[in-house]
């Protein structure tokens, strides 16, 4: 478990690879969301005739859905490279060669880096929201682990047992 008392701030000097998994936890938890929405079906979908009543919008979630596992897989390369592994194992795991994985990742990769550096980045739109969202994870990573505990716990399916800190209590701290 993570230290207590020492607040949600970024006092609490956590491991790049720990921010980076909790950036693809959180990634997890959206796409995670994303797609449990899209499994029932409302009643206001179809119509009598089982025609759809707004056609389009079930693609539009669809492509939503993508777009965060996009960010996920990203995000899983991303951690795996701040862990240590190198382009080639990348490239081996994904099947394809390490420039094209470099080329592929190099830039996300980047981005969390600078991140860390820098967490106040300046976009416009969306970019800025996912962003500045991100640049808060890597700054306050307790304040979100324990949001994700939140989340995790919430949708627990009996089937483990996660304990009290399923997110929060994997954090590593620098120098551990």
Partial sequence: MTESGTGAGSSA???????????????????????????????????????????????????????????????????????????????????????????????PEAVFREGLLSPEGARSDRAAEVSSLRAHMVREPLETALDLDDWVLRHEDGDSDLGTAPVSGGLVRRGT
């Fill in 13 to 107: 000097p956590y491991a790049d690879a720990a921010r980076a998994r909790l950036v693809m936890a959180y990634e997890a938890c959206e796409l995670a969301d994303l797609a449990r929405a899209a499994v029932p079906i409302g009643e206001h979908e179809l119509n009598p005739d089982g025609t759809i009543r707004a056609p389009g919008t079930v693609l539009a979630d669809a492509a939503c859905v993508l777009a965060a596992a996009q960010r996920f897989f990203q995000a899983a390369v991303v951690f795996e490279r701040v862990g240590g592994a190198d382009w080639q194992l990348i490239g081996d795991v994904l099947h394809v060669s390490p420039p094209t994985a470099r080329v592929r990742f190099a830039m």
